[in-house]
């Protein structure tokens, strides 16, 4: 395990400033004036996904499993639903909350394997606090997403402009440094896992995320998350040669049917 959380945060996303830089470079200097001009509502976006939600969520996984890190994870479209029912004037249809709370369930049936014993024997830690402080932070990143974003920033240059921020905003604290252990010897496996941090969760999915939910919106993209605990089976089971069992058929049906339910309710 990487116990440094801090410094994993921030060389995680200079990696990825450096393997986006060719690609963001030209756009976010022809997109330079509305940067400029949103600049105050880009820098609150770059310090919620980059600097805070990553950060809180590597101190969290120091001390915590797997299955909570899940079950905290699937509580990010209740908080979107909260923050746009709060401060935003949303008004779900009953077929979207109904939606929602049949993929939640979904996502328990699956991390609990359908055995009640499981959930109740959960015990929570220091770190659970971290993951939940972590996960209502993306909630508010992703509820402000479309009503800040400049719709005339590309997609590039929107995560270009709101990495660099987010990666500047950190920097104090790494350099402080209040939370991080022993720095371990970096063998050629640990670069390969921050290279493919710093690709794949972080460029590649950051730019489809913020893409869908600027179509989408909030309350309905971010329901996809619930599918996570699906995506991580499957992957297992190609990759690791586990089995599949009935519980994630369950879970990944009941998690499909709340999306369809929500999906349907949206205008579009």
Do not use: C
Not at 153 to 182: C, H, R
Not at 190 to 212: D, K, Q
Not at 243 to 250: D, Q
Request: net charge positive; no cysteine.
């Amino acid at each position: 395990d990487l116990h440094i959380p801090v410094t994993l945060s921030f060389w995680r996303w200079m990696i990825a400033l450096a393997v986006m830089a060719p690609l963001v470079a030209l756009p976010m200097w022809r997109q330079r004036e509305v940067i400029f001009k949103h600049l105050p509502a880009l820098l609150l976006l770059g310090i919620l996904s980059v600097s805070t939600f990553n950060t809180l969520l590597y101190i969290g996984v120091q001390t915590t499993t797997a299955t909570t890190g899940t079950l905290f994870n699937s509580l990010i479209p209740l908080y979107v639903l909260v923050i746009s029912i709060a401060f935003m004037g949303h008004n779900p249809s009953a077929r979207q909350l109904a939606g929602l709370a049949l993929s939640f369930l979904g996502v328990l049936a699956i991390i609990s394997r359908l055995d009640w014993a499981t959930l109740s024997a959960l015990q929570f830690t220091e770190g659970d606090l971290w993951l939940l402080l972590a996960t209502f932070i993306w909630g508010i990143y992703s509820a402000l997403l479309k009503p800040l974003r400049p719709p005339q920033l590309t997609g590039l240059s929107f995560l270009g402009i709101t990495a660099m921020l987010g990666t500047l905003a950190l920097l104090p604290l790494y350099l402080i440094n209040p939370f991080d252990e022993v720095m371990p010897q970096m063998t050629e496996r640990l670069w390969l896992v921050l290279l493919y941090i710093s690709i794949f969760p972080s460029v590649v999915a950051y730019l489809a995320w913020n893409h869908g939910l600027a179509v989408m919106g909030a309350n309905i993209g971010s329901q996809f998350i619930h599918f996570t605990p699906v995506f991580g089976a499957a992957l297992a089971a190609l990759i690791l040669n586990e089995r599949i069992y009935g519980f994630h058929l369950i879970g990944a049906g009941l998690i499909g049917i709340g999306l369809y339910l929500s999906l349907r309710s949206a205008k579009r």
